[in-house]
């Protein structure tokens, strides 16, 4: 039996939201638990919604769990370009947060009423790479049954993600570099030039001056993603967050496998 909900007023729609399943036999208790959070359910989300706005209007950021100085220098430079159209190059190790950095950029920016499209153009083949960043006119290739918006489009006026940019091919790098130089592109089997307002924000855990030396990566489109620099610290310069991050992890655990909450006992580190 599954358990439906309405979602909040500014984002209903004709259908309703499965929320949570309910296994047989039957166990009443279960149930009016479930269906007690399944009515709390948009109640939070709304609550996170206005959350969201009023820091937004604040400066605060939410995304990111850090209080020590280095985070604290990322925080400073976020509120510092996220009114800006500057296109930004995130770098840092993986697992740093790079992708947090970037929401919280567009979150505090006049574009977070539009979307946020990420992508992470390691995990997609050359030959996808294209369609996927600027869509495809219908009967562009096989299987092209109709038209399809790329990422570009989908995030107009708001931000385009480019996750990994490090792992693009030198082809797709020329096409990237000429959507930053002339804010337009063409979907994939179109004649239509299109014009883009996403900002672009970038990310990657490479070391991309090693691999321009390399012949890897265009010295030209490293000058134009890098345009506002903001490196994501690793957690050795970040000691003094463990235990925050220790407890918000745990708490999305608890809370995802619907167990009580825990706390960690004693220091986590030095």
Known sequence: MRLFLKPPCSARRLWHVAYDFV????????????VRKAREHPRLVEENRRLRERLAGTGEIAEIIGN???????????RQVADT????LVQGESGTGKEL???????LSSRRECSFV??????????????????????????????????????EGGTQFLDEVTEMSPKSQVDLLRVLEQREYRRVGGEE??????????ASNKDIKQLIGDGRFREDLHYRLNVIPIVAPPLLD???????????????????????LKRVAGELCP
Do not use: W
């Not at 020590?68 to 976020?78: H, I, K």
């Not at 030039?193 to 970038?202: E, K, P, S, W, Y």
């Open 23 to 34: 296994t047989k036999p039957v166990d009443l208790n279960l149930i009016r638990h479930q």
């Open 101 to 107: 950095v970037a929401q919280a950029i567009h979150n």
């Open 238 to 260: 970040r000691r003094d967050d463990i235990s925050f991050l220790a407890e918000h992890f745990l708490e999305q655990f608890c809370e995802h496998h619907r167990r009580d």
């Open 85 to 88: 159209d500057a296109t930004v």
């Open 193 to 202: 030039l299109l014009r883009t307002d996403a900002r672009v924000i970038a």
């Open 118 to 155: 990420g992508v992470n153009l390691g995990a997609l083949p050359e030959t996808l790479l294209e369609s996927e960043l600027f869509g495809y006119e219908k009967g562009a290739f096989s299987g092209a049954a109709r038209r399809k918006p790329g990422r570009f489009e989908l995030a």
């Open 68 to 78: 020590c100085a280095a985070m604290q220098d990322v925080f400073r430079q976020v």
